[in-house]
């Protein structure tokens, strides 16, 4: 199988990988794509609408102990009096 890239970013890419790492460019583009594919949420996933519940509960624990409850009202908060004008 072949798979030809005519793009000079990806050659000069790929080939810098390869030599860092002492693999083929061959192993480097492969490795390279299973480990993307490998952090990607498979696409019945991403279909379904599913939840990463773990990242989910990590985001919303960080929001909650960032809360700050203000007792002020919203047009208090912004600095405008009942007619909309700066107070």
Do not use: C, Q, W
């Not at 990607?40 to 609408?49: T, V």
């Not at 960080?62 to 919203?74: C, E, I, Q, S």
């Amino acid at each position: 199988m072949v798979l030809m890239i005519k793009n000079a970013r990806a050659d000069r890419a790929v080939r810098e990988l390869a030599r860092r790492t002492g693999e083929t460019i061959a192993e480097a583009v492969t490795i390279a794509a299973e480990e993307r594919l490998a952090k990607l949420p498979a696409a019945e996933e991403r279909r379904s609408g599913s939840v990463d519940r773990v990242r989910l509960e990590a985001i919303l624990a960080k929001f909650r102990a960032n809360h700050v409850d203000d007792p002020r009202t919203d047009d208090e908060i912004i600095g405008y009096d009942e007619n909309g004008l700066p107070s």
